[in-house]
């Protein structure tokens, strides 16, 4: 994780170095136009749970993937607004029958979640800052040995915040390092996850 | 970029809005073996003679002016109303003397302490021990210690008269097994630990809620869903109807480790290990009736064996509910408690009304109901003013609260009780 933080702030600094130095790789906003972008981005994720997640262990962080898209509108200001989706595996588990002798059957739980939210995000220079308001469609999913499959869904309130760096590859590509943070408070569930992101403005007028 | 930053400064903020999580609170650790194993035990006629309604000497300033002391079994038990509290003592007689150590609680936050009290043989031991008199005049002396308190303060307190009563009884109910504010006391709400714990805070009776699982257990829990207000474990989300007993057990507790207790295992518990004399089922899932009244059943003969006496009462708050009831085989095998009007309680031959308290008195119906030979619990009275009124200017046979500290603080030692 340290690495990954080092390897984003060295972007930052040499951007903003070449960028001093007249270089034009990083981002900078067209004035005076407004657009419409879609952006994805994707990398593992470590998730912090507040408590156990089944009574069977003491385990509270787990290793899952983060993977988000969004499309927003930029008008002719600092702000841009638009819709953020996409999928994140918070967690899975594997228990032997002797892990559980009540069930006497082996179970994989897996938890995930579709972010259904409201984005909103600044850029400056080449960094952009996003924050998405809305909720998760929160998916638990219980695999037993007999090949049961038995899949629970329900909405829950959660908020994401995403931070990225972005370099242009042409006039509507650019791409950079980005760290995703999802947090469903009520569940006690922080999700961080350094990703990489990619972004294409399709729509300039 | 000033704007740039009150956004980071907005993210921080959403990012760090996190409900802070109630501290745990530790019981004092007390030797009760030690005091049993160097006292006699009291008689039920010695301890009726130490129930009352007591003044304090020393303490006013913790626990008021008057509290209720009143023996639960082995345990020697004082609820005040200053404060919210309750003790639980254990001891008996030296000679003509007697101590009692134990600690108190206040429920409504996370202050404790241990107790210590005596009763001298010139203040009241002597009749005590020989079981003279009505005990009034009898002191209990003694000190109790108090949080970040590093000396113990004094504490006296006098039986000036017998705890008020009423003759047609009434029952203490703690909401949902012993008192919803259950996270104040490390005892789950609906936890089999939590219904044995009720009557040390003052419960006769309690309340508890039905849902049934997929496999059509009936167990006990308050919501329809999963969530971490109830429980601890992260796959078990939505509906509790849609897991397995097995699944339950196996990957969630609730949110002081106890296990989900089916309604058999928690009855048979309060049946063998309580002294809690009613049990109001509110059953909220009509699926489960009938497993609800077998289990009724299989308790009750348990009970008998025992020869335990108490009631269960199969509970009906909702249309769904009387209309499963109506249409059960075993309709009538159980003392019915219904919540809703009075046609639908006297259908189903209920032998308690259950209204809620903001309904008023309703003075006229309440009579009616005790001319059919019918009870009246009014539910959930947690505020002390309304508790009062309705205890003076009411005629009910038993609150729900969450607060059963409080109600029998307040019960034991009001004046005017009809």
Request: some cysteine; aromatic content about 10%; charged content about 20%.
């Amino acid at each position: 994780m340290k690495r990954i933080l080092l390897m984003i702030a060295l972007c930052i600094i040499s951007n903003v170095a070449a960028k001093a130095a007249g270089d034009t790789t990083a981002v900078v906003r067209h004035v005076q136009q407004s657009a419409l972008e879609i952006s994805i981005s994707g990398g593992p994720q470590r998730t912090f749970f507040r408590d156990v997640t089944t009574p069977l262990t003491d385990q509270r962080q787990f290793w899952g993937l983060s993977a988000t898209g969004k499309i927003m509108w930029h008008p002719d200001h600092i702000l841009s607004v638009g819709v953020l989706t996409g999928y994140t595996l918070f967690s899975t588990e594997s228990f032997t029958k002797d892990d559980i002798p009540v069930l006497n059957e082996p179970f994989q739980l897996t938890l995930e979640a579709v972010p259904l939210q409201l984005a909103l995000s600044m850029q400056s220079g080449g960094f952009e800052i996003n924050v998405g308001l809305g909720g998760y469609f929160l998916s638990s999913t219980f695999t037993g040995g007999n090949a049961v499959r038995q899949a629970n869904t329900i909405f829950e309130i959660g908020v994401s915040a995403q931070a990225s760096y972005m370099f242009s590859i042409d006039d509507a590509f650019s791409i950079g390092p980005e760290v995703n943070v999802h947090l469903l408070s009520n569940r006690g569930i922080l999700a961080v996850a350094p990703c990489l992101r990619a972004k294409w403005e399709f729509l300039r007028y | 970029m000033k704007t740039f930053l009150f956004l980071l400064a907005a993210v921080t903020l959403v990012m760090n809005a996190c409900v802070s999580e109630l501290a745990p609170v530790i019981y004092p650790t007390i030797d009760f073996e030690a005091i049993t194993s160097t006292t006699t035990p009291l008689t039920i006629e010695q301890r009726a003679q130490m129930n009352g309604i007591y003044i304090l000497q020393e303490g006013r300033n913790s626990f008021g002016d008057t509290v209720a002391v009143r023996w639960d079994g082995e345990a020697l038990s004082i609820y005040t109303v200053k404060s919210v509290s309750f003790f639980y003592a254990r001891g008996g007689m030296r000679a003509d003397s007697a101590r009692f150590i134990g600690y108190w609680r206040a429920v409504q936050g996370p202050e404790t302490g241990e107790v210590s009290l005596n009763i001298l043989a010139s203040e009241g031991g002597k009749d005590l021990a020989a079981g003279k008199g009505n005990g009034v005049g009898l002191v209990l002396r003694g000190e109790v210690t108090s949080p970040g308190s590093q000396r113990p303060t004094a504490m006296v307190l006098t039986k000036i008269k017998a705890l008020a009563n009423r003759t047609r009884g009434f029952e203490i109910i703690g909401h949902r097994g012993g008192g919803r504010n259950s996270e104040r006391l490390g005892k789950s709400e609906n936890s089999t630990e939590l219904m044995l714990f009720a009557s040390q805070l003052g419960a006769t009776a309690c309340e508890i809620d039905v849902y049934g699982t997929s496999d059509g257990i009936p167990v006990v829990f308050h919501d329809p869903t999963f969530t971490p207000r109830t429980v601890r474990g992260a796959y078990l989300i939505g509906d509790i109807s849609n897991y397995s007993l097995k699944q339950i057990r196996g990957f969630v507790r609730l949110v002081n480790g106890e296990q989900v207790p089916t309604l058999e295992d928690a009855l048979m518990d309060v049946v063998d290990k309580s002294s809690i004399r009613t049990v109001w089922l509110d059953n909220k899932d009509p699926r489960v009736v009938d497993e609800i009244l077998a289990i009724h059943q299989r308790v009750m003969d348990h009970a008998a064996t025992k020869r335990r006496s108490i009631r269960i009462l199969f509970g009906i708050p909702t249309v769904e509910l009387y209309d499963a009831y109506m249409k059960s085989p075993l309709k009538g095998t159980a003392p019915v408690l219904c919540e809703l009007d009075l046609a639908s309680v006297r259908a189903s031959n209920a032998v308690v009304w259950a209204p809620r308290f903001t309904d008023g008195l309703q003075s006229e119906i309440v009579e009616q109901m005790h001319k059919e030979g019918r009870d009246v619990y009014c539910w959930t009275m947690d505020d002390p003013a309304f508790i009062v009124r309705f205890l003076t200017e009411g005629d009910f046979d038993g609150f729900c609260t969450n607060y059963p500290t409080l109600l029998a603080a307040l019960f034991y030692t009001r004046k005017d009780l009809k």
